[in-house]
């Protein structure tokens, strides 16, 4: 990659991206040019952001090569770039790499040890205890030291998820889901085999009862001097599967009570950078912490055009220009994976012109904006050779799965 000179008569940081186009689209409306560093045929490549491409598929493998190659193309720019990041994997890459990464680009993240408290969920459930956070009774479960399940002292049915990030492992274990639902003891003991041939660790956790719509998230940007220069708060609506699946559709939302426990905790972790605190509702009301993930996400794509863009502000403080003052998010503002979502609703049985209705009204939805649409079009078969053999793909439900953005 050549050195790429911003546009207007002072040179404008480049943006480099990991992650989708819920994270590129809300920095590239901000003004910043971007470079996707992303796998080969992203739909992040094909953006109007975009002004160049450094191809990297798996940011869990040879991370050191990586990073030299992100130090050589920053260094090589006019400006000190900026550095967002999506994904646990690139995370944790910036993370453990962050005084070489730091010599040459400019990025925000919490402290090295308060990140790899939040990934790795055995050391999360530590830090919960010390800290007294309210998160469901939860054990560590260590297959591969026992036999049989110990005796979890937990109430049945409760779910199991990995301790660590979900790869191809876990989908042998969890199907499509973030987690699976033991019903009983001896389902415990059914799946305790497939469990320890996996040679991973796991976490039961109590259930707290309601559908996956009572999961309510706080987002928030904590500048470098601790004080919260953003921050918004949503609920999902769908998911795919239907338990414990993936957000396919989310509202933007206004509730106080979220965004008062999110302040609260954000303060006690002493956290700088960004993140999102995921609570459930339970039936009395009262919100159960579940997890923090102090990175970019897909929110802030909806919560970008509901009025708070935290990459953007993010991007203001790290190239020295004046962030605007805060604003409130706009509740209402939804967001959808269109073709996911379809898939999503069916399983709940929504009718189709409902459904339909809400994606229309629907601002934000993942991949397919009609002022960028390469991103969604070039995932259409008849922009790929032999277009004719693939249209046929458009009537299988499980070609949309795989390829839409």
Same mark, same amino acid.
């Given at each position: 990659?050549?050195?790429?000179?911003?546009?207007?008569?002072?040179?404008?940081?480049? *943006?480099?991206?990991?992650?989708? %186009?819920?994270?590129?689209?809300?920095?590239?409306?901000?003004?910043?040019?971007?470079?996707?560093?992303?796998?080969?045929?992203?739909?992040? $490549? =094909?953006?109007? +952001?975009?002004?160049?491409?450094?191809?990297?598929?798996?940011?869990?493998?040879?991370?050191? $090569?990586? $990073?030299?190659?992100?130090?050589?193309?920053?260094?090589?720019?006019?400006?000190p770039p900026i550095l967002f990041y999506e994904e646990d994997e690139h995370l944790l890459v910036i993370s453990r790499h962050r005084e070489t990464l730091g010599q040459v680009f400019r990025f925000v993240v919490a402290d090295a040890d308060l990140v790899e408290d939040l990934v790795d969920?055995?050391? +999360? =459930? *530590?830090?919960?205890?010390? %800290?007294?956070? @309210?998160?469901?009774?939860?054990? =560590?479960? &260590?297959?591969?030291?026992?036999?049989?399940?110990?005796?979890?002292?937990?109430? +049945?049915?409760?779910?199991?998820?990995?301790?660590?990030?979900?790869?191809?492992?876990? &989908?042998?274990?969890?199907?499509?889901?973030?987690?699976?639902? $033991?019903?009983? @003891?001896?389902? %415990?003991?059914?799946?305790?085999?497939? %469990?320890?041939?996996?040679?991973?660790? +796991?976490? *039961?956790?109590?259930?707290?009862?309601?559908?996956?719509?009572?999961?309510?998230?706080?987002h928030v940007y904590v500048d470098a001097g601790g004080a919260i220069a953003g921050e918004f708060t949503g609920r999902k609506i769908r998911t795919y599967p239907n338990a414990y699946g993936h957000t396919t559709a989310l509202t933007i939302t206004d509730a106080s009570d979220v965004e008062e426990l999110g302040r609260s905790l954000t303060h006690r972790l002493n956290l700088r950078g960004v993140a999102k605190f995921d609570f459930k509702r339970g039936p009395d009301g009262r919100l159960h912490l579940l997890e923090i993930n102090p990175r970019f996400n897909l929110w802030h794509f909806p919560g970008a055009l509901a009025g708070v863009n935290l990459p953007a502000l993010v991007y203001k403080d790290l190239t020295g220009q004046t962030r605007p003052a805060a604003a409130r998010a706009r509740a209402g503002v939804g967001w959808c994976n269109v073709v996911k979502d379809f898939a999503a609703a069916r399983a709940e049985g929504i009718a189709w012109s409902d459904w339909l209705g809400w994606v229309l009204r629907c601002e934000a939805k993942s991949g397919l904006a009609w002022d960028d649409p390469k991103p969604f079009l070039r995932k259409m078969p008849f922009f790929q050779k032999g277009w004719p053999f693939r249209a046929r793909r458009l009537a299988d439900p499980a070609y949309w799965q795989k390829n839409m953005p």
């Open positions: 990659m050549k050195t790429i000179q911003g546009k207007g008569t002072r040179e404008r940081p480049l *943006a480099f991206v990991m992650g989708s %186009m819920n994270l590129l689209r809300p920095i590239g409306l901000a003004g910043a040019s971007c470079v996707a560093v992303t796998a080969p045929g992203s739909p992040t $490549v =094909h953006s109007r +952001f975009t002004r160049a491409v450094l191809p990297w598929v798996d940011f869990s493998e040879r991370t050191d $090569v990586l $990073v030299e190659k992100l130090v050589r193309l920053g260094a090589a720019q006019p400006v969920k055995n050391r +999360f =459930h *530590a830090l919960a205890e010390r %800290m007294g956070l @309210p998160v469901p009774a939860t054990r =560590h479960l &260590r297959p591969g030291e026992s036999p049989v399940p110990p005796n979890l002292d937990l109430a +049945f049915p409760l779910i199991v998820k990995p301790a660590t990030r979900r790869d191809t492992v876990w &989908r042998e274990i969890g199907e499509l889901g973030k987690a699976r639902q $033991v019903e009983s @003891p001896a389902a %415990m003991r059914d799946l305790w085999p497939r %469990m320890a041939a996996s040679g991973r660790n +796991f976490l *039961a956790q109590e259930i707290i009862p309601g559908p996956e719509s009572r999961i309510e998230s706080y």
